[in-house]
């Protein structure tokens, strides 16, 4: 019979772990989850529950990188899961990139020449609005389309996000499995106000 301290450790582990930045990034998904419970920790809010069995603990970060890489830390010692996900909204960088596309990282770089390459073998589907590609971490919001065009050109990015460089270099060094997946909450029609 397992004591109470393993019993303890099995609860606080998590097959998934996701980190996203704003808890209306994930509040569809969690609605579909079971058991979901909400909780603090540090400077962080968690929330833990099962989706078809699985069992997935979610941190909110906060926007920008700092804040996700300390986000991504307090996961992974937390719950200690097998994957990472960076979820959330992104910014389109092309114009063949609708709002509600799904983006997945095979390659993520930021404004400093910071790059990372993710084992990834799915293929794309843009008919169906799912694109895969690279994606740039930016220091800031990116709000008009000028310079969403320009960095799209300049660093060969589909979308461009906050936080998903620093959530991939925690699970780089780590040792656990990643992958970034970004909704587009914003395309190349109008600057963002």
Sequence with gaps: MPDSHSAAADFAHADIGIVCALPIELGAFLDRCQK?????????????????????????????????RRA???????????????????????PEIPVGSIVVADSIVDQHDQSLQIDLHMAADPARGLFIGRLLTADEIVRTVELKKQLGEQHAALAVDLESLAVAQVARENKTRFLAVRVISDDLSADLP
Excluded at 37 to 58: C, L
Excluded at 72 to 94: E, K, N
């Design 36 to 68: 979901v419970k909400k909780y603090s920790g540090g400077d962080f809010t968690f929330r833990g529950g099962f989706y078809d069995g699985i069992r997935i603990a979610v941190v909110e970060s906060g926007m920008g990188f700092a804040p996700a």
């Design 72 to 94: 991504t830390q307090a996961l992974l010692d937390g719950h200690s899961p097998r994957w990472l996900l960076s979820c959330g909204f992104a910014g389109a960088l092309r």
